[in-house]
């Protein structure tokens, strides 16, 4: 990938804060979409980064995502469907996540479904969100169309990722994954070093599987371990599509397409501890369970993780600081730069 | 695999039920955990069929399975603890999906824990269960150890299955698996043919990465997609024992082990439709995007199948005779020729 430069997290957090003010998102929002977007770097997950901000900020340019939506929630007992009125899918799924947290507060369980939403970037920052409150946290969204079916060579599934948090005494559990045996981001860095990619992770553009990284870039994502990312890949939309009244994958197109809006589905749910147990119970007896698996044999050459620590340890060791791909730190520079006022 | 043979489903039901009721099944139990293997068996899933009768029957005459459980339900808002106490897990399971139904029709959404239930074959039986009351329905639970952690190779995880389910106009959405890459029923199919398996889906007994099925029969499962299947078995493992109060995987034994009782634990979330959108309109639009999704241009040599058509279509076609292995058929006519009243 493309070299890296050492910025402040302070000066390029103020920077996405103002482009998105620029253009009509209000200060708390903008604060709060900063935030999740550096998050995400912070674990090393790029991706979902601060890479995002030129999309979003030319999506709201061009009326494709609403800088200061209405976001409504109807409730419903213990469930909860949310319109997010088109707007961030940062801020609509933030304020879904408080939704479903009341909820599982009040009732042990809480489930909110979001349609009108758009890319919310990881998926992982709402589980913790979740799992801060000592909640088991449970967030899947609908992704674009990248993906075939099980046994087919036709776009119509994204990779459809899910995200679990729940807490531990001294860490928190934090998965997140996609349904997809790979991503184009890791295909492309076989790719870049000429290895061949494993069966079963692409078919080429004639639809055939293929292992030559370069032939899978320009073809189709597989589900994971074939039938059964498929099933929860399907599982995932509709709850989050079919539920909600949101574009089901297929229906829908990429964030990098500028001709119109995604209507995109997300959903949660949220677990209260309490309501089962203790939680202080729950949380020793998990840190206990993650210190006998972390500390048993590993395999040659590898070490055994609790998943979400390397995160974890990434965003805690950075300091002040944070390594961002120079383009861009480039793009977020040009973009604050500009005053986007003029051009609305 | 070994030789089957057609026998009526009515004939062969009545021999479990024999079996049961002898060692001291109530009636409605007995009747109800034969249902529940009879449908796996029809549905082609003979793992979690019939074969089992037989261990069943062994651990409670051994007073590992209690015949006539006091299961105990303990209500919380829209969530439920349930301690099946320590009853056959078809028993146990089917109880905690009823309330777990009864929850999401007030609520919206329930979920039910269990702990001191015991092996309850398919988890698709009951998440079907919930999918007809118009419900999505989510079932997973804790396994025996045969896996590793991510990275590891000590044997500390489970195949921790999940299932899921939904209704649709023309069928329902029925998806059942593992968190493992393979099975071992699976990788002993590659064995008797001497095909190798592919890498990532077993370590040899000495902790090294197998292609040789010989040698992964008597090595270690590892979970699928490397770090995905690590994340869902842990999370699975979080809902079913650390919420429930049951065993981790790690903290027992399989059901093979006749030296002590298995304190299994499950986990299961109902989700009314109804709460959200009419269900009409739900599965009415499901079963477009099933047909869209099975219309779709297959890969070369392939079928597109929505989940679980495969099994309706085998159950449907069984008519009143059902194929079943010849040593299973043997065992249930040699148990159900026993007097076990003479053992207790």
């Known amino acids: ?123 992982g920052y709402y589980a913790e969100m979740i799992a801060k409150e000592r909640c088991i946290g449970i967030v899947t969204t609908a992704a674009a169309p990248v993906m075939a079916p099980y046994g087919g060579r036709e776009v119509l599934l994204g990779t459809d990722p899910v995200a679990i948090a729940f807490p531990a005494a001294e860490q928190t559990f934090y998965g997140d994954i996609s349904t997809s045996a790979s991503s184009r981001g890791k295909i492309r860095v076989y790719s870049k070093t000429g290895r061949e990619i494993p069966s079963g992770w692409a078919l080429d553009r004639d639809g055939n599987d293929t292992t030559d990284a370069a032939e899978a870039l320009e073809g189709i994502l597989l589900p994971m371990s074939g039938h059964k990312g498929y099933i929860l890949a399907m599982a995932i939309e509709a709850a989050c599509c079919l539920l909600s009244g949101a574009n089901l994958s297929c229906e829908s197109s990429t964030i990098f397409d500028y001709t119109r809006t995604t209507n995109t589905g997300h959903s949660l749910i ?73 051009w609305r």
Chains 1, 2 share one sequence.
């Open 270 to 342: 949220a677990v209260d501890i309490a309501h089962f147990l203790p939680p202080e119970e729950f949380e020793e007896r998990a840190q206990q369970w993650f210190d006998r698996l972390r500390n048993s044999t590993p395999q040659p050459g590898h070490q055994i993780q609790i998943p979400g620590e390397m995160g974890d340890r990434r965003r805690r060791e950075a300091g002040e600081t944070i390594s961002v791909l120079r383009e861009t730190v480039e793009a977020i520079d040009e973009l604050s730069g500009r005053n986007w006022r003029l």
């Open 1 to 123: 990938m493309g070299s890296r430069i050492l910025v402040s997290q302070k000066e390029i957090r103020e920077k996405v804060v103002k482009i998105l003010t620029d253009i009509g998102v209000p200060g708390e929002d903008a604060a709060l979409t900063a935030d999740i977007l550096l998050d995400a770097e912070l674990r090393g997950v790029e991706s979902h980064g601060l890479m995002r901000v030129k999309t979003y900020a030319e999506r709201i340019r061009l009326g494709l995502i609403e800088a200061d939506p209405e976001i409504r929630i109807e409730l419903n007992g213990a469930v909860a469907r949310v319109d997010g009125g088109n707007g961030l899918g940062q801020v609509v799924m933030a304020r879904a996540a408080s939704a479903g947290i009341d909820l599982a507060k009040k009732y042990g369980i809480g489930m909110v479904t979001v349609c009108h939403s758009n890319h919310f970037a990881a998926a």
